[in-house]
Each structure stands twice: as structure tokens, then as C-alpha cells.
């Protein structure tokens, strides 16, 4: 079985959008970051890969994580079409190229682009996809390459209010 657990940014700064690329975390965000992830480490969905949009927001929620799973900061890999905007064809290719070794996978990105993915991988979403929002997705596969568009199996859908 492989994982994706499609992130969306935590809450950033509301001001700023002129220069959207570099918006930080508020320190709501930074909060809800811890939570989720500590969730999710006490659920055991722990990363043996985390990818991420190079937007600031994005990529500091995607360090929150990491330290929270002791992964190291500097093996985050960057994706520019994360924050361009990246189509579920694209994304499904990107996937198909993942090393077998990373059974779980988080990609931390920006809506709408994270709920297009997480609606068109799932069978079923009907859900909206908050600010530090957490959707696993499970594919009965042993290889990435197998990957397909609406047959993932949603394993969680955590949000931060769960958790206040």
C-alpha cells in the first residue's frame, strides 16, 4: 500500500498578496501545524518523503512537519508547479516518478489546487479543505507507477478545530 497526504498551507498573514509568494504563517498557522502533525505522528503516518510548493507559507508549514516527524528540513523537496498550479494529469505523472522506498508521502500545497487533487485521487470528497488541512489517501499498490485518478481510498481528513 502507498500514502499521499495532500497538506494545505496553515494560515498565513492576510496582507500582502502583491507579493503572495512570500506570505508567512500566522502564528495560528504555526499552532495548527504542531497539531495536526502531532496527530498524525501519534496516528503513525510518518513520511519517508515530504515535497513541497516553494512558496513561504507552504514550505514553512512543510518544516513545522518535518520537525515534528524528525525529518530534516533540507531533504524537503521543492515543486515550483505546486504554487503555479499544477493539473491532476500532471500531478498523478509526478507521483508515477516517486521512489518505491516512501511508502508515505506529504505534499504541502495551495487551494484550489490541493482539493482539485484530493477530489479527483479519492473515489469520494465531498469535503472542503481548510487551512492546515490533512487528507490521507491510501492506493492498494506496491508501486507509485500504479497510481490512478479516483480510486484512492481516504485513510483520515484532519483538520485543526478537531483538535482545539
Known amino acids: 500500500m502507498k500514502q499521499l497526504v495532500i497538506v494545505r498551507h496553515a494560515k498565513s498573514v492576510p496582507y500582502g498578496y502583491d507579493e503572495d509568494f512570500h506570505r508567512d504563517l500566522r502564528k495560528r498557522g504555526e499552532n495548527d501545524s504542531v497539531l495536526v502533525s502531532n496527530k498524525l505522528k501519534e496516528e503513525n503516518a510518518i513520511p519517508g518523503l515530504i515535497i513541497s510548493s516553494p512558496a513561504l507559507r ?15 528540513p533540507e531533504r524537503i523537496q521543492i515543486i515550483e508547479d505546486l504554487y503555479e498550479g499544477i493539473s491532476t494529469q500532471e500531478f498523478v505523472e509526478m507521483v508515477r516518478e516517486l521512489p518505491d522506498e516512501n511508502d508515505i508521502v506529504y505534499v504541502f500545497g495551495h487551494n484550489p489546487t490541493v482539493f482539485y487533487l484530493v477530489n479527483n485521487l479519492l473515489d469520494k470528497f465531498y469535503d472542503d479543505m481548510p487551512t492546515c488541512s490533512a487528507v490521507g489517501i491510501n492506493f492498494s499498490i506496491d508501486t507509485w507507477k500504479n497510481v490512478e485518478i479516483r480510486v484512492g481510498k481516504r485513510a483520515f481528513h484532519y483538520i485543526p478545530k478537531m483538535f482545539k
Open 58 to 72: 507552504a514550505k514553512r508549514t512543510a518544516k513545522i512537519f518535518a520537525d515534528t516527524f524528525n525529518y530534516a
